[in-house]
Each structure stands twice: as C-alpha cells, then as structure tokens.
C-alpha cells in the first residue's frame, strides 16, 4: 500500500501484481478492453497475463499473440534517464514468473530477451520499459523535449536506424483544470467565458475573453488567493514549529514575518537533485540583497518531499532549513514540511512567481507550473519539459534550453546569476509598479499567461491528443487484428516468419554509385545508384530500401542529412533492381549508405 519503501523484490511484488492482477481483475468485472494504455513501465507485466490468455486460451503461437498485444498497447514513458527506469535480477524473475516461458511456449532466453536491450547478455538485467517498448505499437514520452529523449533513449532496440528516424512520439502532459483551479477563478471564468467553457477547455478562444476582465477584478482575486495562502502558512507553520518544540522567539519572527502584500515565490516539487533546488543560494550575498530589499519586499516558499531513498534531495532539504534560519533569511525563506495535496492547492493559487530549475534535459514535463498558470501565477522556469512548449514572451520568464556550459558548476552559476537579473530588472519593477494601487502591466502578463498558455495544458488537451494520436488507430488496429478469430495476427507472423528464414539468404549482385575519383559531383548533377539483389525465394515487393545522406563529425555519422526510399525496377525472376536519381542540393563532403528492410503495405 505504499508507493515508496521496501526493496527491489518488493517493488517486484507490486509490479507483477499491478500488471498480472490488474488483468486479472479486470477479466473477473468482465472488461475487455480495445487498448491497454501503459503508464510507465511498472504497468508492463499486463502485456505477459495478456499473451498468456492469447496462448493458453485462445490457441495462437507466442508470436501470433505478440501480433496482437502489440497492435493494442501503448506505452507512455515519463522518465528521461535510464537510470529512472526499473531493473530487476533475473534471480527474481526465476523466483515469481518462472513458469510463464513454459505458459508461453518459448524458452527462458527468449522470455528474459523480452526485457533486454542487449538480447542474450547474460549481464544485462530485465528492463520494465524495455518489455513495455517491445510489446507496444505506439511509444511516447510527455513533452516534445521528452519525446525526442525517449527516442535517444530507446534507439538501441532499433538497430540500423537513427533516433530522429524513430516512431516514439509525445503529448505533453496536462492538469485537471476543474481540481487545482481555485473556486473563484473558475467562477471568474464562467462568469466571462460562459457556463459552458469547461466543456471546451481546449478552446483558446473561450480564454483570449480574460483580456475583457477588469484589472482590478483580476488583481482583487491574486491578492485574495495570496491572502488566503499566508493565512494557511502562519497556522501551519506555528503547528508545525510548535510540534518540534522549536524556539518560541523563532516561531513567532518567521509567522510574523510572513507578508500577505509581498512578491511570493514558491519552489514546491519533489526534492531530486536534477530539480536545482539549492541554485538560488549559488550567491547568498546577491540573494540577501534581493531579499532584504525594503522597496520590492519578496518571500520564497520552498515545499516537498525527497525519496525515502535519496540521500542527496534529503541533504538538499536539511541545506535550505538551515540557510532559512540565517539571520539575512529568517522571514524570507520558509521550508514548509509534509508535503500535500492541501498545501500544492494552496500553493498554485496563491503565489505570484513559480520557480522550477531542473538541470537540462532531464524534465520529463513536469505539471505543478501547469497548475499555477490556471490561477494567474506566472512561470519561471528553464526551458524544458512543458515550459519549453508553453512559454511565451510577456506571460512568464524564461531561462534558455541550451546549456552554455558543459561543466555543471558553472550553469548552475549562470543559471542563477540570470535569476538574479531576471528579478532585479523586470520581475520586481512589474510587479511594484502601481496605477491606483493595480499593477496594470503584471496583470498585461497575467491575461496573457491565462489566454496563451493555460488552455494548451489541460487534461481536456492532453486526453484529446492522446484520442487523435493513438486512440483511434490503435482502436481500428485491435478490432482488425483480433476479427475473424485473429486472422490478421496470423498472416501477420506468417510473413514475418517467412521473411525472417529468408533474410540471410538475400545476395547483393551488383552495385552501381558515382565514383569520386574519377569525378566528383557539382550542384545541379544527380546522384545516381542501383543496387541488385538476389532474392532466394523472398519476394521483391516485400522489400525496401532507403539511402541515407550524413557528414561525419568525430569519424561518426551523428545525423541524417537526407533521406529518401529507393525505387524498385522491373526485372528478372528473383532478382530485385533498387534505383536513386537525387539532385545534389548542396556542397559538402556527404557518406552515404544503403539499408535494406521488410515492407508489408
């Protein structure tokens, strides 16, 4: 029953009864779902009680039934290092599942390959989202950045292709606007948009009417919420002090301090190290001054928790503590304890600035600054995970997405001097500057940030991306499959068993390309090739082939150029003719290659 603690045979346990019974349990209500959507990979061992089924109870071969679960799933990876993903010892698998190769009809080398990248290395361990990648026709990661992570992540299962080649895509994560919006905003907004804007939350339109608002109904509703946030944290903190019998003259400068009229900046996020929490103290007497700046007064509210197991973000946690009882600090930093959903509500709605530093490019999306800007708090934030898509100029700040350094001391040093500046020259001169008593231009940024970005973040958009992208073709792709007694399925592993007995078989007779020491090409000349193959008993229309254009950097091709599918010709029985004619576009020293591959329209 809980998420965090135990080890690595415990996490096993869960998972195996995550995965298997929650088929189980499912077949018991008698659902018979259309596709499995795989949320991370502790979720991967549905995919294994599935083919079981398929084997056991429909009659289909292992791979047949592979046809089938694959044309069903998709999987959505939310980690961006793979370290972040589970590992087991194939001690453990042996101990809880080693009668599922057996289920299978497959031996246990093939069974533990299911979960490798590396097939048949012994030193490897089994991968959750390795088994969940090869056993779903759709991948995708929660954000653009994390999409084109995940495909450099997982380029290793696709040998001969390139990661930018790859079909794991993203829809970037959204928040359920009717749960973290405050009451009054959502009144706000039916009030404006229409009684019937949560219906179409997804809708810029129905939010670009914030615009119409009054400054001073908008401005009177951050204060209420920022209002109701300081209220909450003087009781919470004095329980909360008051419980670790904390000294009574510290208790009461930190709940007296606290300023229901100053700029409020929150960091509210599970404490891992990549998060950055500590790149605000990089230069303590830069921030001090900042802080303790009597014309733009500021607070910063630190909240979360770190792993049971993460020493590090623990440390991280205990270094605020202290660097928030320095006397420079004392009621200008708070670290509220014990983490929430009451506190992340009250945090979202009532703070003016959220802070998120994570290290670069390793925020999957990220979803707390989603919430916020559903209450008029505006971001700011590095360029990655969900920011990178939603930023936008004058509704919120933004710290570049590439890094400048490759040592990480020194980013951190100019990550955090440019948060200094960014408060010093803009964010604090907004937010003060007042027009009878409303600062007109903040809320120029709040009514964009409202209009521009919130309805792009929802869980309307986000379960509309995923019906549009997956959904539908999965759903058409699983009747097909799964109609005429799985006729598909079989036809499918048909050809591909046949093509895999074959493939080995296919001879290169003769290849034709421009050769450059007798004349290197010019701009406007054509490239042309032919390559002939001998099929052995393999059909010609069950082929095709692709030429590739890259320069070389560190005696590597890194990244395609150009691509373009090579035109088979008529010719002889069993032999296939592969033909190019390319205008060269561009000079340059280009490497080209040839790849083969099965096609089945």
Not at 311 to 325: C, H, T
Not at 336 to 361: C, F, H, S
Request: proline letters at 4%; glycine letters at 6%.
């Amino acid at each position: 029953h809980q998420l965090y603690g135990g080890d690595w045979e415990n996490r096993f346990k869960q998972e195996l009864l995550l995965g298997v019974g929650g088929i189980r349990a499912l077949n018991e209500l008698g659902i018979e779902a259309d596709v499995y959507h795989i949320n991370e990979g502790h979720a991967a061992f549905l995919n294994l009680e599935r083919l079981r089924i398929l084997v056991q109870e429909k009659g289909l071969t292992f791979y047949q039934a592979l046809e089938v679960v694959r044309a069903s799933s998709l999987f959505t990876t939310h980690t961006p290092v793979p370290a972040g993903h589970d590992f087991f010892d194939e001690n453990l698998l042996r101990t809880y599942i080693s009668h599922y190769p057996e289920r299978l009809n497959i031996s246990w080398q093939d069974f533990m390959n299911l979960g490798k990248f590396r097939e048949n290395d012994p030193g490897e361990k089994f991968s959750m989202s390795v088994l969940a990648v090869k056993m779903s026709q759709e991948v995708n990661g929660v954000s653009k950045i994390h999409g084109r992570v995940s495909r450099e992540m997982f380029h290793g299962l696709y040998e001969g292709y390139y990661a930018d080649e790859l079909h794991i895509g993203y829809v970037t994560n959204g928040v359920h606007h009717p749960t973290w919006t405050g009451s009054h905003w959502i009144d706000l907004y039916r009030k404006h948009f229409g009684e019937e804007y949560l219906l179409h939350q997804s809708d810029a339109s129905y939010w670009e009417k914030i615009r119409q608002v009054p400054d001073a109904e908008i401005w009177k509703l951050r204060n209420h919420y920022r209002r109701d946030l300081i209220d909450y944290l003087r009781e919470r903190l004095t329980d909360e002090l008051t419980k670790r019998q904390e000294n009574p003259m510290l208790k009461l400068k930190m709940v007296d301090a606290l300023d229901e009229n100053a700029l409020t900046i929150c960091f509210s996020r599970r404490f891992a190290t990549y998060k950055r929490a500590h790149l605000l103290f990089s230069n303590p007497e830069r921030l001090s001054a900042l802080l303790n700046n009597q014309q733009f007064p500021i607070q910063i509210i630190y909240a979360g928790k770190a792993h049971p197991a993460d020493g590090a973000g623990q440390d991280l946690i205990k270094r605020i503590v202290e660097m928030s009882r320095k006397p420079e600090f004392l009621g200008k930093i708070f670290f509220i304890e014990n983490y929430d959903m009451e506190l992340a509500k009250k945090l979202v709605r009532g703070v003016d600035i959220w802070l998120n530093t994570p290290t670069r490019p390793l925020e999957a999306s990220g979803t707390s600054g989603e919430k916020a800007v559903m209450n008029g708090v505006l971001n700011l934030s590095v360029l990655d995970g969900w920011w990178a898509e939603g930023y936008r100029p004058h509704a919120g700040w933004a710290l570049r997405e590439a890094r400048t350094y490759v040592n990480q001391q020194f980013q951190d040093e100019l990550d955090s001097e440019t948060i200094y500046d960014l408060l010093e020259d803009e964010i604090l001169p907004v937010f003060y500057e007042r027009d009878n008593g409303i600062p007109k231009k903040w809320v120029s940024y709040i009514k964009n940030c409202i209009s521009q970005i919130a309805p792009h973040y929802t869980m309307k958009r986000m379960l509309d991306d995923y019906q549009h992208k997956y959904y539908e073709r999965l759903i058409r792709r699983s009747k097909d499959i799964r109609s005429d007694d799985y006729q598909l399925a079989r036809d499918i592993e048909a050809w591909k068993s046949k093509m895999r007995a074959g493939w080995n078989h296919i001879e290169v007779r003769r290849i034709a390309v421009p050769d450059p020491a007798r004349k290197s090409l010019d701009l406007g000349d054509n490239f042309i090739a032919e390559i002939e193959l001998k099929l052995n008993g393999i059909k010609g229309e069950d082929l095709g082939m692709d030429i590739l254009f890259g320069q070389k950097e560190m005696d590597t091709v890194n990244k395609i150029m150009h691509k373009e599918e090579m035109k088979m010709v008529d010719s002889a029985p069993g032999v296939a003719k592969f033909t190019c004619k390319i205008p060269m576009e561009k000079i340059g020293v280009y490497h080209y290659a040839f790849r083969l591959y099965p096609k089945k329209e």
